[in-house]
């Protein structure tokens, strides 16, 4: 059995539990933070091998040793679409268990994002992708969505590794005080936001769900110009924590775009 074969076999043989790294970022991020890759291929090793060079040298030759190439008409029926960097692989899912007692673990040096009834894969991946980058504690969801869901691990970019991400009920939150956003709320520019907060943002048709706002130990508000609604969720929550981080001891350091 060629080496391509083998990695499609084992493609076959991981794909119904694992969680799939769509392309070459997905699956940078998921090894820098210690995901559990057993399969990696790609359709077009020298590209990637350029990418690796000019975006991850710190991992360019586990990369060079991990990927296997495979023909790209089989990288085509592996895939339920083909990332434009010709890369995937297959990854471990966080063991939930761990996830729970990293975001109850006290005390705290970042908050936890709570996504309340969230509607929207894509902005669930755009959130943790944030909270990645501000280095939060984790994101938690309420509600119907699964966090881990391929469309959410895709608009993520494989950062799911990079922090705690679960579902849970509302009535099994983290431990911590409650800060919900919402429109009555005081202004956040003149609001701090504790290291330990839990900071919650709803929907944006829906807000905040009633019992999560009656349960707030505070609520705050984003500055907005009169008359326009609301701002998309993942720009509330990037706009809070760079609130949270620009007036906490946060070690932040400025990175690529």
């Known amino acids: 059995m060629t080496e391509h074969e083998t990695a499609v076999r084992r493609w076959r043989e991981h794909a119904p539990d694992a969680v799939l790294l769509d392309g070459f970022h997905a699956l940078k991020h998921a090894l820098r933070f210690g995901a559990t890759v057993p399969v990696a291929v790609t359709a077009d090793r020298d590209a990637m091998l350029r990418l690796a060079t000019e975006l991850a040298p710190d991992l360019t030759a586990e990369l060079e040793r991990r990927v296997t190439a495979v023909p790209a008409a089989e990288l085509r029926e592996l895939v339920p679409r083909v990332h434009p ?3 995937a692989a297959l990854a471990v899912r966080r063991d ?3 996830n ?8 705290r040096r970042a908050p936890v994002v709570v996504l309340d009834s969230p509607r929207n894969l894509g902005n669930v991946g755009a959130v943790i992708r944030l909270a990645a980058g501000f280095g939060v504690t984790g994101v938690v969801t309420t509600g119907d ?11 993520g970019a ?3 590794y990079a922090t705690a991400v679960e579902r849970t009920g509302t009535d099994a939150l983290p431990p911590g005080p409650l800060y919900v956003l919402d429109p009555e709320g005081k202004d956040i520019r003149s609001a ?3 290291d330990d907060a839990l900071v919650v943002f709803g929907s944006e048709r829906h807000g905040v769900s009633a019992e999560l706002r009656d349960r707030a130990d505070a609520l705050v508000a984003l500055p907005m110009r009169p008359q326009v609604s609301s701002y998309n969720l993942a720009t509330s929550v990037g706009m809070t924590l760079y609130h949270w981080a620009a007036t906490s001891r946060s070690p932040l ?3 690529r775009p």
């Not at 969505?145 to 608009?155: F, I």
């Open 158 to 160: 494989g950062l799911h």
């Open 253 to 255: 350091v400025p990175g």
């Open 96 to 98: 939930r268990d761990a």
């Open 100 to 107: 729970l007692a990293a975001l109850a673990l006290l005390p």
């Open 192 to 194: 701090g936001l504790p």
């Open 145 to 155: 969505l699964d966090p881990w869901h391929p469309n959410a691990v895709r608009s």
């Open 85 to 87: 960097t010709a890369v």
